[in-house]
């Protein structure tokens, strides 16, 4: 089976696993559109609810899913708090998913 592709190989299930949780984490449109956001620059819940076009509560939901995936991380300044992408790929995947689709070019520059 594949014998004609060089150098071809699976990849670990536990891989498969690991890339098929964060692909499910991005297919709810409300978090992506907070990723969005996010890798454009730091935001608050605030800022994000209005972006994404929801409430602050459903915001703060998703954060909080966001953060134990380990894909945004927050600081705290005074009352508010401030969240970013944490480091790692996901913007390049967040762009790539939007060129997949079409979407505008101008829309796709960053992050």
Not at 15 to 22: F, I, K, N, P
Not at 53 to 64: E, F, I, K, M, Y
């Amino acid at each position: 089976m594949h014998q004609g592709i060089d150098d071809f190989a699976m990849p670990d299930p536990a891989q498969v696993r690991s890339a098929t949780d964060l692909l499910r984490m991005l297919s709810d449109p409300t978090r992506f559109s907070v990723l969005w956001a996010l890798a454009q620059g730091e935001s608050n819940v605030a800022c994000l609810a209005e972006l994404a076009g929801t409430s602050p509560t459903a915001v703060s939901q998703h954060l909080s899913k966001l953060r134990l995936a380990g894909l945004v991380q927050g600081r705290r300044e005074g009352t508010f708090v401030y969240y970013t992408v944490a480091e790692g790929p996901l913007g390049t995947l967040l762009v790539q998913a939007l060129r997949a689709v079409g979407a505008d070019p101008g829309v796709v520059r960053r992050p």
